[in-house]
T-cell receptor, first 110, second 113 residues
Framework: GENVEQHPSTLSVQEGDSAVIKCTYS??????FPWYKQELGKRPQLIID?????GEKKDQRIAVTLNKTAKHFSLHITETQPEDSAVYFC?????????FGAGTILRVKS | AAGVIQSPRHLIKEKRETATLKCYPI?????VYWYQQGPGQDPQFLIS???????DKGSIPDRFSAQQFSDYHSELNMSSLELGDSALYFC????????????FGPGTRLTVL
């Protein structure tokens, strides 16, 4: 089955700096890669996603890149703000189920 | 905009009791997913339904069962509860299955004493 690894597990950045979170997946048939942001005790919320026929996608301060050959994808957040502090999960999907990475705790220090 | 509704939001049960969690998907969404999230862990996929039929199965214990009804709402039935079942249970829905954005509900926090 699919296995998703996510790094780093924690990330502290200064407000205004960039943050990068990386994930690798094992199933070459996976074709949908969403990123979720989750605040403590709340629901995961989709912040950006990418499909396997696209190499990069950007939405304001957030971008995701996908390298199908290497089976890895990354989340880039620029100009970080304190409200970006949360746990971020990557996920990979082939079919209906999402397989999540272990999560990255992002702390943005002001 | 309407979101996924889950009930109850909090549930406290004793060991060996049963629990039923309910999920009401976003209108026109035909696919429902259930996830279990332990403290400090990532969500683990349990089971999904598309058009009232089970479409995929993950790490759902045999003590658990689920179904999707004709109005597309879903129920997760949990029997012989164990301490380790204490977790946040999320339901998500999407319009269509494969590769469609999954919208998560607020979750049900189950505590087993």
């Amino acid at each position: 089955g699919e296995n998703v690894e996510q790094h780093p597990s924690t990330l502290s950045v200064q407000e205004g700096d960039s943050a990068v979170i990386k994930c690798t997946y094992s199933d070459s048939a996976s074709n949908y890669f969403p990123w979720y942001k989750q605040e403590l005790g709340k629901r995961p919320q989709l912040i950006i996603d990418i499909r396997s026929n696209v190499g990069e996608k950007k939405d304001q301060r957030i971008a995701v890149t996908l390298n199908k050959t290497a089976k890895h994808f990354s989340l880039h957040i620029t100009e970080t703000q304190p409200e970006d502090s949360a746990v971020y999960f990557c996920a990979a999907s082939r079919g209906n189920k999402l397989v999540f990475g272990a999560g990255t705790i992002l702390r943005v220090k002001s | 905009a309407a979101g996924v509704i889950q009930s109850p939001r909090h549930l406290i049960k004793e060991k060996r009791e049963t629990a039923t969690l309910k999920c009401y998907p976003i209108p026109r969404h035909d696919t429902v997913y259930w996830y279990q999230q332990g403290p400090g862990q990532d969500p683990q996929f349990l089971i999904s339904f598309y058009e009232k039929m089970q479409s995929d199965k993950g790490s759902i214990p045999d003590r658990f069962s689920a179904q999707q009804f004709s109005d597309y709402h879903s129920e997760l039935n949990m029997s012989s509860l164990e301490l380790g079942d204490s977790a946040l249970y999320f339901c998500a829905s999407s319009e269509g299955g494969w590769g469609h954005e999954q919208f998560f509900g607020p979750g049900t926090r189950l505590t087993v004493l």
